[in-house]
């Protein structure tokens, strides 16, 4: 049965207002918005969550990681917690949704039902995550994996952003001294559910207002090296060259038609190409060149990958070329709950909210959580699927419908 919670009338605590609210921290000439993990503009914003969660009447804390938690204490003191939102961070000039939504969606879901029914048998934990997007230091999703137990000090104590500043003196100038570091690990999370924007078009094509996600998907990352040799432009005839550029242009030719023929989900992706010497009057003898494969199954990246690299091997033995594949990625698919997921949709149809299952492309902190706890990922649509861009837009409707169906999900299991 449906819940009755009245839509917030104080304007501050509109969605859309929200939104626009924490849009100003670290907002860009451009409208965009830059947040890295620890800068001024992350303190700013963290800090203005955690007031914004005290207006609520939330009991806000930090974390050693810079995850800030907002709780509402549960009646049934023993029972974990049931954890919500998602991060904070940014890619550089970046979209103003992204993660963004899914910490106000969840604050704003709590607030109602706290507001309509007072205090849940069950915990509910609102959490605005540190970093999730690995855009200052080379690393991803420091906040969950602090929590999950992957990633603590000694995963960061060599890393440098790009003006040289270390991971630990940034954390320290954040005031998350590391000298005061404990482990930021939970075994008290029964249940972790994230609301995002779906940073892709299928849900505004298929007119559908929720994405309940199956997977997300599995990631490989290679760097191909194709090794030819170097030559003058003029004097080496075409039958005699050991052309790279063109080796590889073969290469990304197949790899791509092969990701097309072998299943309509797999996605493959040359994003970054470095070619030696990379003069215009000399056949290029190195290219480097950058490979991100996705899929939902792993049994699909093994076949896909068996297939393009015997490809390239055999490709490379006919021009008398060499190819070197690196593997420097390999993040496994994982599903999500899927009790959770048919609870979901039950809710969204007695609400009339169209819906449809859809796979994940991007990776979110939920596949983080997953490794702990059930886990939920819901997405709402993305304007012409635009993101990690000062264009990324989600209509009003969809946010609050995204809230409202978050609400209902807090209240069914907390309440």
């Known amino acids: 049965m449906a819940i009755r919670v009245g839509k917030q009338t104080n304007k501050e605590n509109t969605v859309e207002e929200m939104i626009e609210w924490l849009a100003q921290f670290g907002k860009t000439e451009t409208g965009g918005n830059t947040r890295l993990l620890f800068s001024k503009e992350w303190k700013e914003a963290q800090r203005a969550i955690k007031n914004k969660m005290e207006e609520f009447k939330l009991d806000t804390y930090f974390d050693s990681a810079g995850n800030l938690f907002g709780k509402l204490q549960g009646t049934e003191i023993s029972s974990k917690s049931i954890l919500t939102g998602s991060h904070i961070d940014t890619v550089r000039n970046g979209g103003k949704y992204d993660g963004a939504y899914g910490i106000i969606a969840s604050l704003l879901a709590t607030s109602r039902l706290f507001k309509a ?112 040799e ?61 490979l991100d494969i996705r899929n939902h199954r792993e049994d699909m990246l093994n076949q896909y990958c068996e297939d393009i690299f015997a490809e390239f091997e055999r490709f490379a033995n006919e021009l008398e070329m060499n190819v070197q594949v690196s593997q420097w990625m390999d993040v496994k698919p994982i599903a999500m709950d899927k009790g959770m997921n048919r609870m979901v949709r039950q809710l969204a149809s007695n609400k009339n909210i169209s819906h449809q299952d859809i796979v994940s492309g991007a990776g979110h902190d939920a596949q983080v959580f997953a490794s702990i706890c059930p886990t939920t990922l819901l997405f709402v649509p993305s304007q012409k699927g635009i993101s990690h861009s000062p264009q990324e837009f989600t209509k009003l409707e969809d946010l609050e419908t995204g809230v409202e169906l978050l609400t209902e999900l807090l209240y069914k299991l907390a309440y």
């Not at 906040?143 to 000694?154: F, K, M, Q, T, V």
Request: charged share 25%; proline share 4%.
């Open 117 to 228: 029914f007072g205090y849940p048998k069950k915990t509910i934990e609102v959490i605005s995550l540190s970093e999730e997007e690995g855009s200052r230091f080379p690393l991803t999703f420091w906040g969950s994996r602090n929590i999950n137990g992957a990633y603590n000090l000694e995963s960061v104590k060599n890393l440098q952003d790009e003006e040289g500043i270390s991971f630990l003196d940034a954390m320290k100038s954040a005031g998350f001294d590391p000298n005061y570091y404990t482990p930021s690990i939970r075994h008290d999370i029964e249940r972790f559910i994230e609301i995002h924007i779906e940073q892709g078009m299928v849900l505004e094509r298929n007119k559908k207002s929720i994405g309940v996600v199956s997977y997300i998907v599995g990631q490989r990352r290679f760097t191909v090296k194709v090794s030819g």
């Open 230 to 290: 170097s030559n003058h432009a003029g004097t080496t005839p075409m039958f005699y060259r050991k052309d790279a550029v063109t080796t590889t242009s073969r290469l990304i030719t197949y790899l791509t038609d092969k990701a097309k023929e072998i299943d309509s989900q797999l996605v493959a992706t040359v994003g970054k190409i470095n070619v030696k010497p990379n003069v215009p009057n000399v056949v290029a003898g190195v290219v480097e060149f950058s």
